[in-house]
């Protein structure tokens, strides 16, 4: 079953009765809002007087549901995430713990080489040059050890939206920027989500190491994913270029990543279906049950 995003951008009181998240809007007469509490996967508070209970707080957690609060620019800035939602939680921790730095450098070794060649077939759907894309995919060495990402990164981005549009990916940057940073908030809560829900710690990164980011290994698994993302934005970016604006409507259309297509496994399945995938292959990789992670591969002929 697909999990629900659901995103409030105003004033509202959120609570819980009989399983159910209910909304109700004090400063207008709209009716009360009624929405199964299994039914939600990401839950984003993007309004400053937004008023919810602890009691619902506790029926999102138990569900392994991400609540998302974001800032005054409307950018996510807080996840909360359930820690005990899987019973293998303690071995998997230790399996994290544990692992060593050759098959971390492996893992990390696939990750890359999944995330240029889907860079390159976004790329091609563009109608760009990415011949040497293909490449690098497939000389990706153990840790990534001649740093072939940033080195496709460069071409990626220089390329993506033309080279006559002189684009530059930039967090804090010019449009559509702050699509790409809204979309990829949005996924990584799904990946945060999801390795949760399959026992792992997200702040043990396979590769990724910040002492401030209790995120790393969530930013390790979406790097394939990206692209995802960016082929979301690329097509809002063609859709109406003069609305680049984090606008309710941009938002909305950002809020069905969970639910885009990718193919996994040999099937395709929604996005937030195959990160399951990915993040138990993971943990099997991590406790020595299998050699590679399940990530999805955008179809394109390399």
Same mark, same amino acid.
């Given at each position: ?203 043990? %990164? ?5 002492? +401030?980011? &209790?995120? $790393? *290994? ?8 990206? @692209? ?45 279906? %195959? ?5 138990? +292959?993971? &943990?099997? $990789? *991590? ?8 990530? @999805? ?6």
């Amino acid at each position: 079953m697909i999990k629900r995003t659901l995103a409030f951008s105003n004033p509202l009181v959120l609570f819980k009765k009989d399983n159910q998240l209910i909304v109700e809007f004090p400063e207008n007469d709209k009716d009360t809002v009624s929405i199964p509490i299994e039914d939600i996967g990401i839950l984003i508070l993007d309004h400053y007087q937004i008023k919810l209970t602890s009691a619902l707080l506790a029926a999102l957690q138990s569900n392994n549901t991400v609540v998302i609060s974001c800032d005054e620019k409307h950018h996510p800035q807080g996840v909360m995430l359930p820690f005990w939602s899987h019973t293998n939680f303690t071995d998997r921790l230790w399996s994290q713990i544990e692992a060593g730095e050759p098959l971390k450098k492996k893992l990390w070794q696939q990750t890359v080489s999944v995330k240029i060649y889907n860079q390159a077939c976004v790329l091609k759907k563009q109608g760009e040059d990415c011949d040497n894309m293909f490449n690098w995919a497939k000389r990706v060495k153990s840790g990534d050890s001649e740093n072939l990402e940033a080195r496709a990164a460069a071409w990626y981005w220089e390329h993506l939206f033309g080279e006559e549009s002189g684009f530059r990916r930039k967090r804090f940057g010019d449009t559509p920027n702050n699509l790409l940073n809204y979309g990829y908030a949005v996924l990584r809560a799904v990946v945060a989500r999801s390795l949760v829900g399959s026992g792992l710690f997200p702040a043990l %990164g396979i590769h990724h190491r910040n002492r +401030s980011n &209790a995120f $790393c *290994l969530a930013d390790d698994v979406m790097e394939p994913y990206r @692209p995802f993302v960016d082929m979301v934005v690329l097509q809002m970016v063609a859709d109406h270029p003069g609305d680049l604006e984090l606008s309710p409507a941009n938002k909305k259309e950002l809020l069905q990543i969970p639910a885009i297509s990718v193919f996994i496994n040999d099937n395709f399945s929604p996005l937030m279906v %195959g990160m399951q995938q990915t993040t138990a +292959s993971l &943990a099997e $990789c *991590l406790e020595g049950a299998r050699k590679s992670i399940k990530y @999805p591969r955008i179809q394109c002929e390399d």
